[in-house]
């Protein structure tokens, strides 16, 4: 029977003391404080028996034990109401008392040049970006808003943005170049949908973007991500606020 996966090299970021058993008469509150290094903490289903994977600060009812694992109800974020367990040595060690800000994060992107033949180290490539910085908080970060012109693909246009809770896991494969080409880059499987048209522009790690926020900066992507992952909006579904300003030198 699968179990829910002890991440190897998660790194914590609380040190909040761990949650107790379930009371008769409450449901203790707790968050994901810890994630494995690729942003995620996966636990078991109890309808499924399938491994589920949750961001940093998804919050959870732990409503029993039983049999050694630790049952809880997802209370936000697209698992929003699903069961799910873990053993209850790791849940003592993944859940916490540390909750995300309730008001969402403040980021935003202001376009700069567009630069053909901007070389990648890390997919020994030359690209055609279009330039733009990401601030959030004390964070600058150099972004590339697209690379793939003469299709559907084009850079945000200026406007407000909500940016959604992580979806789920992208694959590895997307950004293993990057991961060869910086040692120390974690969490790079945590991409952040952005409410715009069908939601599939993300802001991520990486030096290709297809319309999408892409941060080539990537020791900071750590910091990125806890600045964003830390943030929740009322109710539960975003994490930020992206204000797009400037205008793109090529937008298609």
């Known amino acids: 029977m699968p179990t829910g996966r002890v991440p190897a090299t998660g790194q914590i970021i609380s040190t909040a003391a761990p949650t107790g058993h379930a009371g008769p008469s409450r449901l203790p509150e707790a968050w994901v404080n810890k994630i494995a290094s690729d942003g995620w903490l996966e636990a078991r289903s109890e309808t499924t028996h399938l491994l589920v994977p949750l961001a940093k600060y998804t919050g959870v009812q732990v409503t029993g034990v039983v049999k050694g694992r630790t049952i809880f109800k997802v209370m936000d974020g697209p698992r929003k109401g699903s069961v799910l367990s873990l053993t209850e ?9 540390k909750a995300p800000s309730r008001t969402p994060a403040e980021l935003q992107v202001s376009y700069g040049k567009y630069v053909a033949g901007w070389h990648s180290a890390a997919r020994n490539q030359d690209l055609d970006q279009q330039m733009a910085t990401l601030t959030v908080g004390a964070i600058h970060a150099r972004v590339t808003m697209n690379t793939n012109w003469g299709g ?23 950004t293993r170049y990057y991961r060869q080409a910086s040692p120390k880059l974690i969490y790079d499987q945590v991409w952040f949908p952005i409410r715009f048209g069908d939601n599939s522009r993300y802001v991520h790690i990486g030096n290709i973007s297809d319309g ?7 020791d900071l992507w750590g910091d990125i991500h806890e600045a964003l992952i830390s943030h929740r909006s009322a109710d539960g579904n975003s994490v930020a606020k992206l204000v797009v300003g400037g205008k793109p030198e090529r937008a298609r």
């Not at 559907?152 to 997307?174: I, Q």
């Open 152 to 174: 559907s693909f084009f850079p945000l246009p200026p406007g407000d943005y909500d940016v959604l809770v992580p979806d789920a896991p992208h694959n590895a494969n997307m």
């Open 212 to 218: 999408c926020v892409t941060v080539i900066d990537m």
């Open 89 to 97: 040595a790791n849940a003592k060690i993944y859940l916490g008392s």
